[in-house]
């Protein structure tokens, strides 16, 4: 036959009467087999089909490194750092939304207002904390409930003086009795707490001003229903008395050693007038009770719970009223400044006392010590340490 290719082909040719055997297609002219492995070159060699069965049957390289099977694919790196940016934006728009919601809920006096003769501003920041006896917001259940009597209007029942220095110096926290024999611009010299009953949050506060010499940045107060709210938001504060104390007129009953009471035992834990030295006594229990309640109030357990923290929020932010100017991240600072004082890391004080005296027209009044009284106000105003000017916890 003619065409073909002696190579391999007389093999075949051999092999084509053996029994058994299918014999062999005879290639088309020109055609040519070859070893499997030796299948290149020429497109009319590599015509040749693979008969082979499909398992049996090499598989061209598709890995990497000429291996079999399928080649990995490539991993798409992790944008850890865009997560983490979207993740912190977010976070950044709520919480300025909070910021934004909590300044709207602010109740605002106008208490802090410009005179002839008013001091000049000082280093640090100065806020005058009040807390009052006003009834408003408590209905009859509630003022049986808390034991605040039917007495109308409102008077100042708590004064401190809060000096944050601009600095890394300690927070000082001094109280003012409102017995205070003091001037009251316009209305003579009278108890501290009758220039509130007077001309408001606005006279007290120049009040101050002109005893102390310290201009204040900043007023905060809270009447008896906001006081109760927030003790309750909280869950109750815990008070350490020395010893027992009854006071019917107060509705407090209470027993020595540390305890946590509920509102209404707090509310007369605060105001009542038991004890030998009767408003200085009261001082130094509002103190306590105060830096209690902030430290609850900052804590982990009460921070990071939604169930007390958004109560707190809430009923915190209608609780208080404060100046004009004040704005929310302005009264970020106070707590803690007052968490400082509370664990140590602060000054609690009292204004220097030299006595106490009776005064026709005023009853019993406290009587500064003029002196020591001057030379802790100088200190404050120059933002200068006053750890041995007071007695701590006085």
């Not at 865009?82 to 106008?110: A, E, F, M, P, Y």
Request: hydrophobic share 35%.
């Amino acid at each position: 036959m003619s065409g073909w290719s002696e190579e391999g082909a007389g093999d075949r040719r051999g092999r084509a009467g053996t029994a058994g055997e299918r014999p062999q297609k005879p290639l088309p002219p020109g055609w040519s087999v070859r070893p499997r492995g030796m299948r290149q070159g020429s497109p009319r060699d590599l015509d040749v089909r693979d008969v082979r069965p499909r398992e049996q049957r090499q598989r061209p390289p598709r890995g990497p490194g000429g291996g079999g099977g399928r080649a990995p694919k490539a991993r798409r790196p992790r944008r850890w750092g865009r997560r983490i940016g979207v993740t912190l934006l977010v976070l950044v728009v709520l919480l300025v939304g909070l910021g934004v919601w909590v300044d709207s809920r602010l109740n605002r006096v106008d208490a802090l207002a410009d005179y002839e003769g008013r001091p000049a501003a000082t280093p640090g920041a100065d806020w005058l904390i009040v807390g009052s006896d006003s009834r408003q917001g408590l209905d009859e259940a509630r003022r049986r409930e808390l034991g605040t009597g039917q007495a109308a209007g409102r008077r100042a029942d708590t004064m401190m003086l809060l000096h944050i220095p601009r600095g890394t110096g300690k927070p000082v926290l001094v109280s003012l009795p409102r017995d205070s024999y003091v001037p009251i611009p316009g209305r003579g010299r009278n108890k501290l707490n009758a220039a509130y009953a007077f001309g408001g949050p606005q006279l007290l506060a120049r009040t101050v001003e002109q005893v102390t010499g310290i201009r204040l940045d900043r007023y905060m107060e809270v009447g008896f229903d906001g006081f109760a709210s927030v003790v309750d938001a909280v869950g109750g504060v815990q008070i350490c008395p020395d010893k027992a104390m009854r006071d019917p007129m107060a509705g407090l009953n209470v027993k020595a050693g540390c305890q946590v009471v509920a509102s209404k035992q707090a509310l007369a834990y605060v105001r009542t007038r038991a004890g030998g030295r009767g408003d200085l006594d009261r001082v130094e229990r509002q103190q306590e009770f105060l830096g209690s309640l902030i430290k609850k109030s900052t804590s982990p357990a009460t921070a990071l719970n939604p169930f007390r923290s958004v109560p707190l929020l809430l009923r915190g932010t209608e609780a208080v009223a404060v100046d004009q100017a004040a704005h929310v991240w302005n009264l970020i600072r106070f707590p803690f400044a007052m968490r400082d004082i509370s664990s140590g890391g602060g000054v609690s004080t009292t204004v220097p006392v030299a006595g106490t005296a009776t005064i026709g027209g005023a009853g019993s009044v406290v009587q500064w010590d003029r002196q020591r009284a001057i030379a802790l106000f100088e200190a404050l105003q120059n933002d200068q340490p006053v750890d041995n000017l007071v007695d701590q916890g006085s």
